[in-house]
């Protein structure tokens, strides 16, 4: 018997970012192992023309959910989606849910939080610091609570090469920013965000370390952990292969690959790829949620759940396999033949961005003026340029994080335990995860058949000969012209005949 999964049987667990990628998956383990768990309680922020339980039957309705349905047939009766926004005061929570949670709750995984990399620095600290503050205050206040759960990321440190399990202090107290960013006009903190956030490459790893330190100084005497994931990718097993439903990490960039639309990016082959699937994840949240309840520890541990220093895959190998795996599973109506490079210096990147990229957009936007159609391939891929832009920080260096007290934890587990709730990435075959990966991709997110493969490989076909039939047609012309000027080309030209 699993002692992690019979730890959450009867618990009241609240989740926030639940209705997010992470969440799902951690949503979908706790009912699985443990069916018999009281409650769990989502805080869901209200979307347009959708209600909260619309929100809460789509995520049930998705193959994601399919298992637990069959073990936990009653799991919508379980969960209890309660309107809120982090970004409000008291989440605009109301007064009776607020009871309710503040009296039963016994665990939170906190899990919302903004992950793009270009949001304004208000939104970013709203979120990322002062909801973590507000959450904080609010567990101090839940009598039952057994353990406070934070999930941050590997990158809240990624201005420091090698990187321990703990706290970093950053170079303004996190107080005295939530307190600015009350009084500031947003032009002014336009202004300051580049000197604020210093050697940190966005505000999303900025706000994420000073998340960090809030929960450090404002956990008084709660029983928190931090985990730390790095770039969070496809589930690898569990509850199957190649989970994915959002572009985040390498998911866009290889729906763009395999389109044809991404051709080059500006990357280091050598540099570590840490990657980390979803359920390993959350099979380590899970496992901090029970030790950090049962044994307690004195201070706050920070956990990486990471995957370079023990089973490292770097981006040339990754590439690589991506684009083996299009060979066999191709996506339907690729825009070009999937064929991307990795580039390593600012002049072939801008040599290729323009040959590769930008080029054949206008040459499409131009057809597609000619037959009367809007044009889209520019603005499209002035996106994609703009993405490379915004990730290319990170696949051009590695970092170490250190993961003494992962592995501690992983051997406090019980054998069943480290099984039902593994971890442990050095069994990670990174060929088969990402073949899977890419797999995933084009299932879940693209939502593509696996019966129109043959019809997308005889797409392929057809792009390759447009493309023969084009180079030679540009061979000829450039050949032709140059006959026209040189003496030396029309003599070889005359020799050949
Ligand atoms: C030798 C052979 C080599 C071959 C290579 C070819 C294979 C290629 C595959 C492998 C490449 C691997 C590179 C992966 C790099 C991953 C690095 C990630 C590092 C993460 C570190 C931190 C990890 C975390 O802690 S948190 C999670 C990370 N967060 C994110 O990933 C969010 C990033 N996204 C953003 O910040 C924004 O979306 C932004 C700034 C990129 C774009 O913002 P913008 O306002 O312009 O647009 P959006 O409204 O957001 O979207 C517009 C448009 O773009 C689509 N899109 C969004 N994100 C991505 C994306 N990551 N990749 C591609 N496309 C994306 C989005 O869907 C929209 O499309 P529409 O059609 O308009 O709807
Ligand atoms: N994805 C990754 O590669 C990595 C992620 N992480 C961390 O893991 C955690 C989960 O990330 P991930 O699942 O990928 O992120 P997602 O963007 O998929 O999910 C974010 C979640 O936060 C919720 N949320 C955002 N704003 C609000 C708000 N104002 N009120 C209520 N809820 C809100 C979203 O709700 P809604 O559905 O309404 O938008 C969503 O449920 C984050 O803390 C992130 O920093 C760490 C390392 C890597």
Redesign the pocket.
Known sequence: MSMIAAFYGGKSILITGATGFMGKVLMEKLFRTSPDLKVVYILVRPKQGQTLQQRVFQILDSKLFEKVKEVCPNVHEKIRAISADLNQNDFAISKEDMKELLSHTNIIFHCA?T?????HLRHAVQLNVTATQQLLLMASQMPKLEAFIHIS???SN?NLKHIDEVVYPCPVEPKKIIDSMEWLDDAIIDEITPKLIGDWP?T??YT?ALGEVVVQQEGGNLNIAIIR????GATWQEPFPGWVDN???????????GKGF?RS?R?T?MAV?DLIPADTVVNLTLAVGWYTAVHRPKSTLVYHCTSGNLNPCN??K???Q??ATFEKIPFERAFRR?N???TTNNITTHYWNAVSHRAPAIIYDFYLRLTGRKPRMTK?MN??L??LS??EY??NRSWEWSTYNTEMLMSELSPEDQRVFNFDVRQLNWLEYIENYVLGVKKYLLKEDMAGIPEAKQHLKRLRNIHYLFNTALFLIAWRLLIARSQVARNVWFFIM
């Open positions: 939080a992950v793009r990399f270009d949001d990321t590997a990158f990624c966005n999303y790893t994420k994931p790095s770039i969070m572009l985040n990490g390498p998911s866009g960039l290889i729906i763009a690959a991404l990016i990357a082959p790829a981006w040339g990754m590439g690589l991506v684009l999937p991307a490079d990795f499209l996106r994609l703009r993405t915004m990730l990170f696949v």
